[in-house]
Each structure stands twice: as C-alpha cells, then as structure tokens.
C-alpha cells in the first residue's frame, strides 16, 4: 500500500505479513504475543483482545492515512470529489 519492501526495508523473519484487515492483525498478534499498530475504531471493536494492551496514545505526530481519497477509487472524478 505505501509501496515499501518490508523485507528489503529491514523487515525480514520478524515482520508478518498476516494479508488481513487490521482486525485480522489484532487477532494475529493476540495469538502471537507481538505488537502491531492499530487505529482507535478497530481496537474499541475488536473483542479477541487477551492480553494485548496500548502501549502508545495520544501522539499527535501520527495523520490518520487510513482513509480513501474518492478519486483515487477510480469511480469519481477529482472534480467530483472536490479536489480538483
């Protein structure tokens, strides 16, 4: 999605590629004892929780780029979007 090589930008045996949604990474590193990054939303809903605890809140440094831009989509037009 961001277009980095996990395993040629250092990833290697220790980063998992679990090919889900963020609730699927949650339910994954529960099971794994690991740590991932997750958004506010998908923790408040996710009920497979076990021992997995926020480490980290609050930092404003992170932009929420979760988010789809419509065009993008190639469904709307920029124009009809707003952005262009």
């Known amino acids: ?3 980095v ?14 090919g889900g949604g963020m609730g ?10 690991a740590y ?17 605890t926020v480490l980290v809140e609050g930092d404003p440094r992170p932009s929420q780029s979760l988010s789809r831009d419509p065009a993008q989509s190639g469904k709307t037009s920029r124009a009809e979007a707003g952005i262009g």
């Open 24 to 33: 699927a990474a949650l339910n994954a590193a529960q099971a794994m004892n």
């Open 1 to 3: 999605m961001t277009g």
């Open 5 to 18: 090589d996990s395993a040629k930008a250092g990833g290697g045996s220790w980063y998992r590629d679990i």
């Open 36 to 52: 991932t990054i997750s958004d506010r939303g998908t923790w408040l809903s996710v009920a497979n929780k076990g021992d997995l």
